[in-house]
């Protein structure tokens, strides 16, 4: 069983960065595929990032290209989301999740394992 603890959420303005971080624990994570998701008041969860074991495959939603980067450290079992130039659309509950599988996936039904989450929030 895998264990998923999200941090680093906070109220950040408009054009500011912030840094997620997923700790896991439990399992085998250099053999899991990871992703990052999130939820907005009244919406369904959509997909961000997501990155294979290796991390040399990485996926991103269009709304997040070129302002979000997902890395991974698979020696202290950590998974990071750098999120530049925030925009108040940007606000929700962001998630990890891990799959056991090797290939990174843009379907949350593919994934097993999710964390609490950790609220973003972007002010205009």
């Known amino acids: 069983q895998v264990q998923l603890v999200e941090s680093g959420g906070e109220l950040v303005q408009a054009g500011g960065s912030l840094r997620l971080s997923c700790a896991a624990s439990?399992?085998?994570?250099?053999?899991?595929?990871m992703g990052w998701f999130r939820q907005a008041p009244g919406k369904e969860r959509e997909f961000v990032v997501a990155?294979?074991?290796?991390?040399?495959?990485?996926y991103y939603a269009d709304s997040v290209k070129g302002r979000f980067t997902i890395s991974r450290d698979n020696a202290k079992n950590t998974v990071y989301l750098q999120m530049n130039s925030l925009k108040p659309e940007d606000t929700a509950i962001y998630y990890c999740?891990?799959?056991?599988?090797?290939?990174?996936?843009?379907?949350?039904?593919?994934?097993?394992?999710w964390g609490q989450g950790t609220q973003v929030t972007v002010s205009s």
């Open positions: 999740a891990a799959r056991r599988g090797v290939a990174a996936s843009t379907n949350r039904v593919m994934y097993d394992y």
């Open positions: 439990g399992g085998t994570f250099s053999r899991n595929a």
């Open positions: 990155i294979s074991w290796s991390g040399t495959s990485t």
